[in-house]
């Protein structure tokens, strides 16, 4: 790419889908697109256009005031209209017909994600998205198979990053509910062990995206 897209073209990439990439627009848009290496066309029917790795880099540059993402943020996300799976600790409910059917719907676009960038089409392990979105994918991953995510108080699941690379911190008071959230990650291709605070004594899970 040799020049930065126009605001036209920004649009289109701004409003893709945020989990799968898929694009809006015209054809004459994604055309564009695609010439600069930020969009490619599906070759199996009905032959979307999706965001390329680039594509998504260009979505995803930190804007001058960018904020870490903590739960507060990815509430803020919700509210603008974008998915954003619930990593523990927000204001608002969870659950509801809409909601889960939200979450299914996500859940199998990031499925489909997975099939379409591994060179084999897998969709048993984690894609290049879930590597850079490590604690949103982890969420969707478990909010999709029913685990509860917390509330601002009260039990429930929690998502965190932390200082080691491509990995996240699961925790959750009930240590039943602790070992089934880490089983559904396992089984999400995400490589899973408990841990112990060595401050608190509370057990938690740390998990990374399987590679293999």
Do not use: N
Not at 56 to 79: G, I, K, Y
Request: glycine share 8%; proline share 10%; charged share 25%.
């Amino acid at each position: 790419m040799t020049r930065p897209p126009t605001a036209a073209q920004r649009r289109v990439i701004d409003a893709a889908d945020p989990v799968t990439g898929r694009l809006k627009g015209t054809e004459a848009q994604h055309a564009a697109l695609v010439t600069r290496g930020l969009a490619f066309r599906h070759p199996r029917p009905p032959h979307d256009h999706f965001l390329t790795p680039a594509g998504h880099r260009v979505r995803e540059a930190p804007e001058p005031e960018a904020v870490p993402e903590t739960p507060a943020s990815v509430a803020s996300e919700s509210d603008s209209g974008v998915f954003a799976a619930r990593v523990g600790g927000e204001e608002e409910p969870a659950g509801g017909p809409s909601r889960i059917r939200e979450v299914q719907s996500a859940w199998q676009g990031l499925l489909e994600l997975r099939r379409m960038t591994h060179p084999d089409g897998a969709m048993d392990r984690p894609c290049g998205w879930e590597r850079t979105h490590l604690v949103r994918a982890a969420a969707l991953a478990l909010e999709a198979a029913g685990h509860r995510p917390a509330a601002a108080q009260g039990g429930g699941y929690r998502v965190r990053a932390t200082p080691q690379p491509e990995a996240v911190a699961v925790r959750e008071s009930d240590p039943e509910a602790l070992r089934a959230c880490a089983a559904t990650l396992e089984k999400a291709g995400w490589q899973v062990g408990e841990h112990t605070e060595p401050r608190t004594g509370a057990r938690y899970v740390l998990a990374s995206p399987r590679r293999a």
